[in-house]
């Protein structure tokens, strides 16, 4: 009888998968183990954590692909407190593009996939599209990303005083100039990009994630899971067999491009 007044609501669950755990997500700040071994794994992925979110949300997705002989590393992204991703999308793949070409002559890595989760999916999107990131990349995988923008980043809006404090929410905004900018800029056919959405998404409703593909876009795919909420794609093992899936297909695919 004692342990069952300590299960967590019903609702504290909820909030949970779809925001994430506040003392492991949000309290720790970014304590992760850093390792710089990852380029010397035959394939490598570049994980990118979304909004006023911090890396330690890819600490269940990191130890799998580890365990599954992937490389991964990520990157303190800063923003609000030093800790929580609130710079805009732009500089945040200006700076990741810089942050790359500086590894890869330092480390010899040439090509790495990325795996971006909900605002950290639309950062890869602008990194392949208008920073060099086609040179780099081998494929995208996006959990939850508003690649049309989403209506709940007009709550962020609010709270980041409208626009004053960040301006990544306005950027998640449909119709956003940025949003507009992606949508005409085709992505590069030869860079699969995958958008893995739920159904039971709160933060950023399925709808906002469907990938529209236009003539010429040949790489795009799109797929649904239910039952899991927004923060919770970064964690749930059906999530990660679709990721595992996509990444195995996309590294036989350049395989047979380099031989």
């Not at 992760?32 to 794994?41: E, G, N, Q, Y």
């Not at 995958?194 to 799109?222: F, K």
Request: aromatic share 8%; charged share 25%.
């Amino acid at each position: 009888m004692k342990n069952e007044l300590f299960k967590p609501l019903p609702l504290m669950s909820l909030l949970r998968d779809q925001i994430g755990s506040v003392r492991r997500v949000y309290l720790r700040g970014n304590r992760i183990v850093r390792r710089d071994d990852f380029a010397r794994f035959d394939q490598t992925v570049l994980l990118i954590h979304g909004f006023f979110q911090t890396r330690n949300v890819w600490e269940v997705m990191e130890d799998r692909l580890r365990s599954h002989g992937y490389g991964v590393f990520s990157f303190d992204l800063g923003g609000l407190l030093w800790r929580f991703n609130t710079r805009s999308i732009s500089d945040l793949s200006a700076t990741i593009a810089d942050k790359i070409e500086g590894i890869c002559a330092r480390t010899g890595l040439d090509r790495f996939h990325i795996i971006g989760h909900s605002k950290g999916g639309i950062v890869a999107r602008h990194y392949v599209q208008h920073n060099g990131g086609d040179k780099r990349v081998k494929s995208v995988i996006t959990l939850g990303s508003p690649h049309h923008g989403t209506p709940t980043a007009a709550v962020g809006v609010g709270l980041m005083a409208g626009g004053l404090i960040s301006k990544s929410p306005l950027q998640m905004l449909p119709g956003s100039s940025l949003m507009r900018m992606l949508r005409k800029d085709t992505f590069p056919p030869g860079v699969p990009l995958t958008s893995i959405y739920s159904r039971h998404d709160l933060v950023c409703p399925w709808w906002c994630s469907v990938l529209r593909p236009r003539p010429g876009e040949t790489s795009m795919d799109n797929i649904e899971v239910r039952g899991v909420g927004h923060t919770a794609l970064t964690s749930d093992q059906l999530v990660y067999r679709f990721i595992r899936e996509r990444l195995d297909d996309a590294s036989e695919l350049w395989k047979e491009r380099a031989g």
